[in-house]
C-alpha cells in the first residue's frame, strides 16, 4: 500500500523557519523525483521545487529560491522542505508529491506528472 506522509507543519512568526518532512512507503523511494508544493484557498496550486530521483538535481520558483532547500534520505524514505526566512504570504498548505523517474528544469512543475501526493500539511506565518 502506498502511504505518502507530510509533517513539520505549524505555526511560526515572520522571518523564521521550519522543516517540512515527506515520508513515503509501498515503492521505491529512490525511483521517484520528489516536487513540493503548496496552495491557498481559492488560488491555483503553486510549484515550489523538485529533487530529482536520478542524481539528487533540484529546482526551485522563483518565489522561494535563496529561502526554501530541498532535500532526500533515500535510506529514510524521506524527503525535506528546508524554509527559511518566512513571510506572511508562505501561509498555505504544503504538499509534496512523488514523480516516478527524473525530473527536469521544464517537467518538475508539471503536476499532473506526479503520481502520488501527500495529504498536506498547514503551515501559518504570523506578523
Known amino acids: 500500500e502506498v502511504q505518502i506522509v507530510e509533517s513539520g507543519g505549524g505555526l511560526v512568526q515572520a522571518g523564521g523557519s521550519l522543516r517540512l518532512s515527506c515520508t513515503a512507503s509501498g515503492f521505491t523511494f529512490k525511483d521517484y523525483s520528489i516536487g513540493w508544493f503548496r496552495q491557498v484557498p481559492g488560488k491555483e496550486r503553486e510549484g515550489l521545487g523538485s529533487i530529482s530521483s536520478s542524481d539528487g538535481s533540484t529546482y526551485y520558483a522563483d518565489s522561494v529560491k535563496g529561502r526554501f532547500i530541498i532535500s532526500r534520505d533515500n535510506a529514510k524514505e524521506s524527503a525535506y522542505l528546508q524554509m527559511n526566512s518566512l513571510k506572511l504570504e508562505d501561509t498555505a498548505v504544503y504538499y509534496c508529491?512523488?514523480?516516478?523517474?527524473?525530473?527536469?528544469?521544464?517537467?518538475?512543475?508539471?503536476?499532473?506528472?506526479?503520481?502520488?501526493w501527500g495529504q498536506g500539511t498547514q503551515v501559518t506565518v504570523s506578523s
Open positions: 508529491a512523488l514523480d516516478l523517474g527524473s525530473s527536469t528544469a521544464q517537467s518538475w512543475n508539471i503536476m499532473w506528472e506526479y503520481e502520488y
